[in-house]
């Protein structure tokens, strides 16, 4: 650490906060080490060869890497089928094409966690004017207000779905930008529970952003029909340089496969045009940067409550994904937060994060993510809007050491005020 110059205080409330977390720092390594090795079985299920690295051109016919990178991420994700594609831009273009992919005129989408993400509001049609929207095509969005301390209303989302019968039940497993609980494997199971009796047709789609190999417990093996996410988050390992997912039953991801390319195509067509190789490194070093994000996290509470924040999760609380929030009280404290975060990266360090306006973010958004990968949030960032409660949603860290000490630098700008 004399390298840097953390403040004595930071310091010593980091060896209480390790001494705090010292547990769930061990249960972390035991998810890390159990969803490792089903990954390497993944791998050998999926007969993975060096051949499969190379890239196609064209249409991308006959691809045999494409295809057993499919079958990797569907058996580490309990799954019958998966896409995985480095043309998903963003996890919201995957989850948008799942939408698209499964939603016909009139049929009804029924969000049970509340309102979604910022992101995909203006894909649904929520917000914004844009052209295209799932409202454009008569797709109707119905949603189940959460109880006022954030959690699940069960007994509404029961009510909710048997008289809609919508054609999909929309579970968000993330908090996004509000304070509410992330969802672990047995929430969603009961959301899945109540779904299938209330109305069995109904296709239960999981946004699993900041999810992927967080437990040991995938949720399709609960009830999720299909989800989806993003390469440059848990599941991409740190090293895919872009792309996204879907996964889940056959026939749903076929429909994904037909609105991304055509009908009739589907999956058989998309050329991989050399990133084969990356995101097979992404997929095999994903759960331990998974575990290494998540031990960040952790320790980040840990820290922070030692200091006097709320946080939440609190540091021994149960986890269903990367996300650290931590509640600062002013902009002032949640710009130095992030500036702290920015001066512990490896890439720009030397930048000063600023508040500015994000496409499909209705408040200024300010974060700060020294990033190999643009935009990556499995590599240590932290982003929020500027608006109350100005909370702190941090996330990532490719590893525990780096995360850690760009955690203590941002306690230091705090407590330091400069």
């Given at each position: 650490m004399n390298f840097f110059d953390i403040d004595e205080r930071v310091l010593q409330a980091s060896e209480q906060a390790m001494a705090l977390c010292a547990g769930k720092l061990r249960e972390v390594e035991d998810i890390q080490e159990y969803n490792q090795i089903k990954m390497i079985k993944a791998?050998?299920?999926?007969?993975?060869?060096?051949?499969?690295?190379?890239?196609?051109?064209?249409?991308?016919?006959?691809?045999?890497g494409r295809d057993a990178l499919d079958r990797v991420y569907a058996f580490a994700?309990?799954?019958?089928?998966?896409?995985?594609?480095?043309?998903?831009?963003?996890?919201?273009h995957a989850l948008t094409v799942a939408l698209f992919g499964m939603?016909?005129?009139?049929?009804?989408?029924?969000?049970?966690?509340?309102?979604?993400?910022?992101?995909?509001?203006?894909?649904?049609?929520?917000?914004?004017?844009?052209?295209?929207?799932?409202?454009?095509?008569?797709?109707?969005?119905?949603?189940?207000?959460?109880?006022p301390d954030g959690t699940l209303d069960y007994a509404q989302i029961q009510q909710?779905?048997?008289?809609?019968?919508?054609?999909?039940?929309?579970?968000?497993?993330?908090?996004?930008?509000?304070?509410?609980?992330?969802l672990t494997w047995r929430e969603i199971k009961k959301i899945c529970d109540i779904s299938k009796k209330a109305s069995p047709h109904s296709i239960i789609m999981l946004d699993n952003c900041?999810?992927?190999?967080?437990?040991?417990?995938?949720?399709?093996?609960?009830g999720v029909d299909i989800m989806a996410g993003s390469l440059i988050k848990n599941a991409g390992g740190g090293i895919a340089p872009t792309g996204g997912y879907i996964a889940g039953k056959h026939e749903l991801v076929e429909?994904?496969?037909?609105?991304?390319?055509?009908p009739g195509t589907g999956k058989e067509i998309g050329a991989t045009l050399g990133n084969n190789r990356e995101l097979f490194m992404g997929a095999y070093h994903a759960p331990h940067v998974t575990g290494e994000a998540l031990k960040t996290a952790v320790f980040a509470s840990a820290l922070f409550e030692q200091l006097g924040f709320d946080t939440a999760p609190r540091c021994n609380d149960p986890r269903g994904?990367?996300?650290?929030?931590?509640?600062?009280?002013?902009?002032?404290?949640?710009?130095?937060?992030c500036e702290g975060i920015q001066s512990g990266s490896a890439v720009d360090s030397f930048v000063v994060p600023v508040p500015s306006d994000m496409p499909g973010y209705e408040s200024q958004v300010i974060m700060a993510a020294g990033a190999f990968t643009l935009g990556s949030s499995i590599e240590l960032s932290a982003d929020a809007p500027l608006r109350e409660p100005y909370a702190v949603w941090m996330q990532g860290g490719l590893?525990?050491?780096?995360?850690k000490l760009g955690v203590m630098l941002a306690a230091t700008k705090i407590l330091r005020g400069k």
């Open positions: 791998f050998q299920q999926a007969g993975v060869r060096e051949s499969y690295f190379s890239g196609s051109t064209g249409y991308g016919y006959d691809d045999f994700f309990d799954a019958e089928d998966a896409l995985v594609r480095h043309n998903f831009v963003s996890g919201t939603l016909r005129p009139n049929d009804t989408m029924l969000s049970v966690t509340g309102m979604p993400y910022d992101t995909i509001r203006s894909a649904i049609g929520i917000e914004g004017s844009y052209p295209g929207s799932l409202r454009d095509f008569g797709i109707r969005f119905e949603m189940t207000q959460l109880l909710d779905i048997a008289e809609k019968k919508p054609k999909m039940v929309y579970i968000q497993r993330s908090r996004g930008y509000s304070t509410r609980p992330t900041y999810g992927e190999f967080v437990e040991k417990v995938e949720p399709l093996s609960v429909m994904c496969a037909y609105r991304l390319t055509t994904d990367i996300i650290q929030l931590i509640m600062l009280g002013n902009e002032d404290k949640l710009c130095r937060f590893n525990f050491h780096g995360g």
